[in-house]
């Protein structure tokens, strides 16, 4: 290694040191993944932190297949090591070059249609949903298309984090370190009741607990341990619900699925930056302009307004029924003892449940006059 590779490490030691004053935990994470990649491809092609260093970086990235889009994160990310190093003094420039960064291209951003965006809300199991954790599962994609929520965020919610009187969430350390308050439509509220209702979530973890995780084998409740397993989740559950969609959809997709269906509804762009937690609104019109725009958002508006109205009130049903059904007295034990059960004999018992003679619900027609939002709650 040499004296220079050597500076470097320390450097960036003092850089990771100063991000955790301001950056989120996954962003000091990805800066570090990188910095510890750069580092790598130094000590082995036996190159010092300079331009030369940078230009076999990148040759490397391309001849392993990288993206560009991946290459351009890396190398953006390396760019601002040496930004901050050159103004605090540890080097004289920066050695990466802007020309070095390959530049974004704006390519056309295929969403579902508005039929496929409203069949993920709907209020049925997915064709190969597993019966203890669909309503788990749908919560968390409605969560992120009605909400705006991003992954890391979703992954710290606690049950005290809901304000079901004020319709409003409570995000502790989001993008950025900052916190915020978002929406909590009533849809949103309406699967989070059922699925705590349903006891897959242990009632007596308590409030401050992880909303979302799973019960492990010896029947302790768990949060995820990481962004991808919700990605998964989430996938999984589009392609049951939409087989015919081909596309890997990850928990971002939905983040645009819900900023679509505001920019439908004829949300400013104000309402629209504050819920996806934008700090520039200039970040907020590159989703616009990429998203689809459609003239005709009062007509697509009432037609969402109306299906969301009903899969709500489905969910309603559903969680005060099986509010009914809980005991009051259920533990940890029994509900690990329900996750073990034989899944033929429990989705058995649960089906006849549901088909205890519910009547059907009748949709009701709402008018889109621009005092509600898309998902029914008054604008202030």
């Known amino acids: 290694m040499t004296r220079e590779t050597q500076r470097f490490m320390e450097v960036s030691a003092l850089y990771l040191r100063d991000c955790r004053i301001t950056a989120s935990k996954t962003t000091i994470d990805n800066r570090s993944r990188t910095l510890s990649m750069f580092l790598?491809?130094?000590?082995?092609?036996?190159?010092?932190?300079?331009?030369?260093?940078?230009?076999?970086?990148?040759?490397?990235?391309?001849?392993?297949?990288?993206?560009?889009?991946?290459?351009?994160?890396?190398?953006?990310?390396?760019?601002?090591?040496?930004?901050?190093?050159?103004?605090?003094?540890?080097?004289?420039?920066?050695?990466?070059?802007?020309?070095?960064?390959?530049?974004?291209?704006?390519?056309?951003?295929?969403?579902?249609?508005?039929?496929?965006?409203?069949?993920?809300?709907?209020h049925r199991r997915p064709s190969h949903g597993v019966e203890k954790t669909w309503l788990r599962n749908r919560a968390i994609v409605v969560m992120f298309i009605t909400t705006s929520v991003r992954n890391s965020e979703l992954l710290d919610l606690v049950e005290s984090d809901l304000d079901w009187e004020n319709h409003q969430i409570y995000i502790r350390s989001g993008k950025g370190d900052k916190d915020r308050f978002v929406p909590f439509p009533k849809i949103a509220q309406a699967a989070i009741r059922e699925y705590l209702a349903a006891g897959y979530r242990p009632k007596e973890v308590g409030p401050d607990a992880a909303l979302f995780g799973y019960v492990d084998e010896s029947g302790r409740w768990k949060p995820f341990a990481s962004?991808?397993?919700?990605?998964?989740?989430?996938?999984?559950?589009?392609?049951?619900?939409?087989?015919?969609?081909?596309?890997?959809?990850?928990?971002?997709?939905?983040?645009?699925?819900?900023?679509?269906?505001?920019?439908?509804?004829?949300?400013?762009?104000?309402?629209?930056?504050?819920?996806?937690?934008?700090?520039?609104?200039?970040?907020?019109?590159?989703?616009?302009?990429?998203?689809?725009?459609?003239?005709?958002?009062?007509?697509?508006?009432n037609r969402i307004w109306e299906e969301i109205a009903y899969q709500t009130r489905l969910s309603e049903k559903e969680a005060e029924r099986l509010q009914e059904k809980m005991p009051q007295d259920a533990t940890v034990s029994g509900l690990s003892a329900l996750a073990g059960a034989d899944p033929e004999i429990q989705e058995g018992r649960e089906a006849a449940l549901r088909n205890q003679g519910q009547p059907p619900l009748e949709k009701v027609r709402h008018t889109f006059d621009g005092t509600r939002n898309l998902f029914g709650d008054t604008l202030m």
Not at 47 to 69: C, F, I, Q, T, Y
Not at 76 to 103: C, M
Request: charged share 25%.
């Open 227 to 301: 962004r991808i397993i919700v990605s998964k989740i989430v996938n999984s559950y589009v392609h049951g619900m939409i087989p015919e969609y081909e596309a890997n959809v990850r928990s971002h997709a939905l983040r645009h699925i819900g900023a679509s269906l505001l920019l439908t509804n004829g949300e400013s762009m104000e309402q629209i930056q504050q819920t996806l937690g934008h700090s520039d609104m200039r970040t907020t019109k590159i989703y616009a302009a990429r998203l689809r725009p459609d003239k005709t958002h009062v007509e697509t508006a």
């Open 40 to 122: 790598k491809s130094l000590d082995e092609n036996g190159d010092d932190p300079d331009v030369l260093g940078v230009m076999n970086w990148k040759s490397g990235m391309a001849e392993r297949g990288l993206k560009k889009s991946s290459m351009r994160q890396y190398l953006s990310e390396l760019h601002e090591f040496f930004r901050w190093a050159v103004e605090h003094g540890f080097y004289e420039s920066n050695p990466v070059k802007r020309s070095d960064i390959p530049k974004s291209r704006q390519q056309p951003y295929h969403l579902m249609s508005e039929d496929q965006m409203l069949r993920l809300l709907e």
